[in-house]
């Protein structure tokens, strides 16, 4: 699991790249430790971390973690 923690990290340090976010105050892996340990709709109120087990499941948190960045939910 702390390999499938490190590539959404990754993930998340290259959307905050691309969206250029610069707030020096923004602590990416605060905000992620948050976020993949609090129910989410889009997996029916399941915490992402509780996926991160299987390749199959990093690829979906993966997925949704990709959508936040637009606002985007399937």
Partial sequence: MINAVATLRAQLDEMLKESGHTDPSFDAGR????????PLPA????RPITLLDTPEGLGT???ILAQTQSGAYA
Avoid at 31 to 38: E, G, V
Wanted: aromatic fraction near 20%; charge should be neutral.
């Fill in 43 to 46: 997996l029916g109120g399941a």
């Fill in 31 to 38: 905000w992620l430790n948050w976020w993949l340990n609090n």
């Fill in 61 to 63: 948190v993966a997925t």
